[in-house]
């Protein structure tokens, strides 16, 4: 059985966290890399069933043979589906704690604690102009990042909820226990060896 090419789980690093697009382009090309062609995948893992030319119900096959038998889908699951999915924990969970840490390298801070210096000194009269006492301040960059992490955490329960679904109905004996409960036998397991 051939496993996909899983995307490499990325150096973890405040930098990785804090560019722009990595973090989200790690966890897209993971997902797609595993996630995506899941269905495509445990099909290919489906036995082919054996043709006899003196039996013709060999030309339609059951619908159990339908089904990835629950062996192969063990061993997919633990070499290639849990492992992606515990990278992209690692990452979210990693710039989870980056988010709520103190950021001493943030660029902006000096231009933030300027503005708000200016807007202190700011002398707004509200009847002539009722907007002008209106002040946004710039959103720190910690702020942004555990943003963009609690929307991906959230996009990734609906990618594995989905997934786990799809492997519910392929695997033989699939579907018994919820993707989280499964997830964590599997990382108990990993902890034994």
């Known amino acids: 059985m051939s496993l ?8 973890l690093t405040p930098q990785f966290c804090f560019h722009p697009t990595a973090l989200q382009d790690f966890l897209r ?8 062609p899941l269905l495509a995948t445990l099909n290919a893992l489906i036995p082919p069933t054996p043709f006899s030319p003196k039996n013709p119900s060999t030309l339609r096959p059951t619908r159990s043979s339908h089904r990835v038998p629950s062996a192969t889908c063990a061993t997919y699951l633990s070499g290639a589906l849990f492992p992606a999915w515990h990278a992209r924990t ?18 902006e801070l000096l231009a933030r604690q300027a503005e708000g210096m200016r807007d202190r000194e700011r002398v707004v009269d509200e009847r002539l102009d009722p907007y002008s006492g209106r002040f946004f301040p ?8 555990a943003r963009k992490v609690r929307a ?3 996009i990734e329960g609906i990618v594995r909820g989905r997934s786990w679904d799809v492997i519910g109905g392929r695997c033989e004996g699939g579907g018994g226990v919820g993707w989280e409960e499964a997830v964590a036998k599997w990382e108990s397991g990993r902890g034994r060896k």
């Open 90 to 107: 690692q990452a979210l969970t990693y710039c989870a704690s980056v988010a709520t840490s103190p950021d001493p390298d943030d660029p």
């Open 152 to 154: 991906e955490r959230g």
């Open 138 to 145: 710039q959103e720190p960059r910690t702020e942004e990042l």
């Open 29 to 36: 090309l993971s997902r797609a890399t595993t996630d995506d």
């Open 4 to 11: 996909p090419q899983e995307a490499q789980p990325p150096a």
